[in-house]
């Protein structure tokens, strides 16, 4: 087959493929923005339940802390400390002890008292080298939050250890008024222990973005946001942070998400750490902030798992598509099928109504035409019964004809035989009155004969004048050509014509209608007769002959014979050369018509030593049905 006819097939091919990846690229896709989305709001929400749940838990951690300043304020030591710093020594001791056992039971990182100037006037850690008793921390800001507000809350570094810490602290007063300041240090560990359990990184950062508790250890001391020179040399006067490095924890955004939330990516923690949950990748953040402290607590919650699933999901979706898209296509393709095989069926059915309906119009047209063929027949048969009784008639006609022109001859010669019987019968009563009986009966031997003749002649014309069948039969030849010869025999007389007969057989028998070929004789010889008339010596010949089973019979005259113009009308009906009244130009026409009807053939043409020949061609008799 040609290439080219394959191309549309080809091209709808590489269409439908491409509009099946496009579905399955399509519904894969919108699955897996749909399962993401859905996956994202689900990861919020957990988020925000951990969010709540991390942020109550150190809540509460701190709160277990935040009434123990305030009741320092309630120790009777205590307060007579204050009213007097430094001036007795057994007090400070006493104090000292107090908040040693204190901060054990506790569990805190440290837990002292300032004086009205922020001097420490006891401290639970009088004990070791680097205790800061005596130390003035009014640069502290909880020192000032307390003596501002009442209370303070700070997050801080020590500045003797370095340890970082949550400074709870509270104005004591009594009724001489404002005595000095309480302070609790709650270590990060404690409040870490808090977030044990906690399944996804989460941080507490500071007013500042510092992180300052974080699920990874590492985090701890970083900061969300780069800091600039001027908030570092603030740190430094503070010595909040204790001069940390304070580095970025790299945190990239990466879209704004419904309610806050925020999509990030976290650096890979150099060098790679062990956890319990992912610490590294795209997660979704949710920040709120902690309540009584100027903090904000962040959880991570790892976008991993929600991608992982969205895939799965899209691939599923993708493969349903597909399924789905192939499904109809089959379906699409067996409802092609089913319509070609009815339309199949219908151009079938139309085929088959139109074949119907054209052989039912044959039929129509066929018995119609049978109808007209028989009708025409009947036509056809009816006319040809006209025709051949109007043959007959005219058959008949030229008889009458024939006779009619004979009348003049057959009178004449009835006549003769009249007068002689006359003269006989009148000469054979003279004779027997003699006696004379012998030349009477003589006499009336010859009137015998003349009558006989007479009778003869009369019967001939009878039988001549008959109309006849036309059936055929055995007919001699030789008493055929008598017959007409002698029918004519008053105008061979006057014309004083000969006829001679030359039989090649005496017993040729024709197959016809003796009558009939008689009358064909008789226009034959009459024509040749009237040919020759004012000829010195006519002479006229029939001669018969049987060649092949057809039955020759010539008759020759010795006239001018037949020019070119008369050959070519011989035949025709009407056509004449004889002068008004003598012929009516239908001899020759109703004789070929007779020969024809016997089976023959009747011809005209000239003698070669002059003189016209009418040969006459008919079957001969068939064996067995001779006449005998
Ligand atoms: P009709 O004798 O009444 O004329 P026919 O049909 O018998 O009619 O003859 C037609 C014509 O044929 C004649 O008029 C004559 O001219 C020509 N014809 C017929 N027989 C002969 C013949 N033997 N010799 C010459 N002419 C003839």
Known sequence: ????????????????????????????????????????????????????????????????????????GLERDVLQLLAAPGADQARVEQVNQYLEQLNERAGSLSIYILDRNGRVAATSNWRRADSFLGEDLSFRPYFRQAIDNGSGRFFGIGTTRGEPGYYLSSVLTDSRGMLGVAVVKVGLKQLEKSWTTVEAPALVSDENGVIILASVPSWKFTTLKPLDEATRSAFDRTQQYNRRALNPLGVKELAELEHGARLVRLPKAEPEMVSMFPVAGTFVAQTQPLPGTPWNITVFSPQEQVRAIAFNRAAVAGAGAAFLFILTLLLNQRRRHLKDRLADQAALQRAHDELERKVAERTADLSSANTRLQQEVTERTQAERTLRSAQNELVQAGKLAVIGQ?????????????AALRTLSGNTSKFLARGNLATASSNLERIGELVDRMGRLTSQLKSFARKSSGTPQAVPVRRAVENSLFLLEQRFKQARAVACIDLADEELQAWCDANRLEQVLVNLIGNALDAMEGIADPMLNIGAACEDGRILIQVRDRGPGLDEEVRSHLFEPFFTTKEAGSGLGLGLAISAGIVADFGGSLTGGNHPQGGAVFTLEIPAAPEGKQHD
């Open 1 to 72: 087959m040609h290439p080219r006819s394959h191309l549309p097939q080809r091209s709808r091919l590489a269409l439908l493929v491409l509009g099946f990846a496009a579905l399955v690229a399509a519904v894969s896709l919108f699955a897996f923005r749909y399962s993401l989305n859905l996956g994202l709001a689900e990861l919020q929400a957990t988020g925000r339940h951990r969010l709540d749940l991390y942020a109550a838990s150190l809540e509460r951690e701190i709160d277990k802390y935040a009434y123990f300043p305030t009741t320092l």
């Open 406 to 418: 004979l009348a003049a001859g057959v009178a004449h010669e009835l006549n003769q035989p009249l």
